[in-house]
């Protein structure tokens, strides 16, 4: 890791670069852009665009569902949602003859619903 350090050292003339942080920040850029462009891709292609803001927005329901069972990292919780409320919904839009869109839309609302109710039930807002 030092041999990149240094070459980045080298390479790149600004200040900010003096810090580790920002090393590590440029580093995982570098690596993750190219899986992003491709993955973006993909999502235009399949008519999916709406699709990560609905998992995010949903994650709302994978906190709430982790503060039920007592979940002390809720982070665990919401990616295990994430996982799943993904599959669910590739699922139900390959089954259905209905838009992706208008399957991605219901999918979220229901979500963010079923989240926000269980979080007023449990009180732990």
Not at 31 to 54: C, E, Q, R, Y
Not at 62 to 69: L, N, S, T, V
Not at 72 to 89: D, G, K, P, Q, T
């Amino acid at each position: 890791m030092e041999t990149i350090y240094n070459i980045l050292e080298t390479i790149i003339p600004f200040s900010f670069i003096e810090y580790d942080f920002m090393k590590n920040a440029l580093i995982a850029i570098l690596l993750i852009s190219p899986v992003f462009a491709i993955l973006g891709t993909m999502i235009v292609n399949n008519k999916m665009a709406f699709f990560s803001d609905a998992l995010g927005h949903s994650a709302i329901c994978g906190i709430a569902i982790g503060m039920i069972f007592g979940i002390s990292n809720v982070n665990i919780s919401m990616i295990v949602f994430a996982i799943i409320f993904a599959c669910v919904l590739n699922y139900v839009r390959y089954k259905t003859y209905y838009g992706a869109d208008t399957i991605i839309s219901v999918f979220s609302s229901v979500a963010i619903a079923i989240g926000l109710a269980i979080l007023a039930y449990v009180r732990k807002f």
